[in-house]
């Protein structure tokens, strides 16, 4: 099978998220999935107790998950990570369905911010990373569009902390969104690919 890699090696991804391991395959690269074993919410009020800023924190995350899989695998390893922040205030992933509606409830009509971050390690050393700001403008929403949304896409409403996603039935809920799709869907894919061609990305036939 054709894939591109870097020598022959596949890409290590620290992280569990199907939709990351999508836009990778999309892309024809060579990864594997190790996800990293963090306690996120706990790094999260750690690091804002702190003082760290939204950008630090997504940072930080995604190099905590590249480190931590690092250290039990050598080549390159791809942490990632992103956080919503709306008025100032950052949400998390939604428990339950109930919670869910708070957050869409929370957003409708209001702007927010989703804050993306990777982070490449390479036998455990840092060696590159990239941050991005993506802004989405959600309509005024009733609560009952808000509930045949949630009841329409569940499993996307679980699935992030905005309890929505773009690109399932993300259509229905906003009226404006700057940013790039990648960014958005969590893994800059055009700078990330951009530093792997640097790092001698090349096509080949493996396995």
């Not at 992030?160 to 790039?180: K, N, P, R």
Request: net charge neutral; with cysteine; charged share 20%.
């Amino acid at each position: 099978m054709t894939k591109w890699s870097l020598s022959g090696q596949p890409l290590i991804l620290a992280s569990a998220s199907l939709t990351r391991a999508r836009m990778l395959d999309a892309a024809n690269l060579l990864f594997k999935i190790v996800p990293a074993e963090l306690d996120e919410e706990s790094i999260k009020h750690s690091a804002l107790q702190n003082g760290y800023s939204f950008e630090e924190l997504v940072i930080l995350l995604a190099e905590l998950k590249a480190e931590t899989v690092s250290q039990q695998h050598i080549g390159h390893v791809l942490g990632c990570d992103q956080i919503l922040v709306c008025a100032k205030q950052l949400l998390s992933k939604p428990k339950n369905l109930a919670e869910a509606k708070t957050h869409l409830l929370a957003l409708q009509g209001r702007k927010h911010v989703l804050i993306t971050a990777c982070v490449l390690f390479y036998h455990q050393k840092r060696i590159w990373h990239h941050l991005s700001t993506s802004t989405l403008m959600m309509r005024s929403l009733s609560e009952a569009e808000i509930d045949n949304y949630i009841a329409g896409f569940p499993e996307a409403c679980m699935s992030t902390s905005g309890a929505y996603q773009v690109e399932t039935g993300g259509a229905h809920l906003f009226t404006d969104i700057a940013g790039s799709y990648y960014d958005i869907l969590g893994l800059p894919m055009l700078p990330l690919m951009a530093f792997l061609r640097e790092r001698g990305l090349t096509v080949g036939k493996t396995g």
